[in-house]
């Protein structure tokens, strides 16, 4: 229980960081949001109506006072106005997520069918042909930049093939197939090399070679007792690559034209919208801190040695 409350003071205190140092940085930016916000309108700029309009949205307060609204209206669940899109940010994050959830989600699902095979049949013929092929295909696909490899599959089965669309304005089964196998495809190349040294690693244990001894077969052994010790050191990959996804992988995003919160921050900044950007980047936050909260409490149920120190 003190562990957990720690743990809950820590991302307190780096979410305070976070939110201050974004703050700041969107405070010194250039551009007056007074001016974007008017500028966005079919009104006539005065210099009368670019004071007015700051009084009103509290940017002729300090800074600590502004900072403090900010937060104080991030308590009450309320992250401000989008300058571009005229609606809560919250409202438009909310938007762009549900395309990133499905997305992350499908990607996690082509990641494990592709790497959790390929790494354990790389492991199991270790220095066989097998093993060659798949190290020396693991070695290409982390070569290759992700937006080049999207730009391929999106030639050959959507111009060409014509599969699957080229773009995709809504959340679709179909849309997602291409922008989440390239996602997977560049993540699979280091999950198979994690699985293969995890997987060998576990193969020379002395647990191993007694199951040998008493004359389990290798598939009971690979499947009943190497794969679920092999499982804590995966969970923390798994855990970056959901965080990764979650936060928005802007630039597959846009190669798609998919609606994703990575897409509407690379808008939000190409207009300045701040509030948005300041949201985003607090998403981001606390989408890191959870997750990892989460990996660390898998590990705790997972590993009967962690539930036996904490007890102690």
């Known amino acids: 229980m003190k562990t957990l409350g720690n743990r809950l003071l820590q991302m307190l205190i780096t979410l305070v960081g976070v939110s201050f140092l974004t703050f700041c940085l969107t405070y010194i930016a250039p551009g007056d949001p007074a001016m974007m916000v008017l500028e966005a309108g079919d009104t006539i700029v005065s210099e009368e109506l670019i004071q007015k309009t700051r009084e009103e949205m ?104 014509g599969l699957f669309p080229i773009t995709s304005s809504s959340v679709t089964a179909k849309g997602v197939v291409l922008p989440a196998l390239t996602l997977a495809i560049y993540q699979s190349t280091k999950y198979v090399r994690q699985v293969r040294t995890v997987i060998l690693d576990e193969l020379h244990q002395d647990y191993v070679i007694g199951a040998r001894a008493r004359g389990l077969s290798e598939q009971v052994i690979l499947w009943k007792h190497v794969l679920p010790n092999a499982l804590l050191p995966l969970i923390t990959l798994l855990g970056m690559s959901i965080g990764w996804l979650l936060g928005g992988v802007a630039v597959i995003e846009m190669v798609f034209s998919w609606p994703g919160i990575g897409a509407t921050a690379v808008r939000a900044i190409m207009m300045r919208d701040y509030p948005l950007i300041e949201g985003f980047v607090l998403w981001i936050a606390i989408v890191y801190m959870v997750i990892n909260f989460l990996v660390d409490l898998s590990y705790s149920y997972l590993d009967p040695k962690l539930r036996k120190g904490e007890a102690a």
């Open 58 to 161: 509290g940017l002729d307060k300090p800074f600590l006072v502004q900072y403090a609204n900010w937060v104080g209206g991030l308590l009450n669940g309320d992250m401000g106005i989008s300058y571009s899109a005229k609606k809560p940010v919250t409202e438009k994050l909310a938007e762009g997520f549900v395309g990133t959830l499905f997305l992350a989600a499908v990607t996690i699902i082509f990641v494990l069918i592709i790497s959790l095979p390929l790494g354990i049949w790389s492991a199991v013929r270790q220095n066989e042909w097998p093993d060659y092929v798949v190290r020396v295909c693991s070695f290409i696909g982390v070569s290759m930049p992700n937006f080049w490899l999207g730009l391929m599959l999106l030639y050959i089965f959507g111009l060409k093939l």
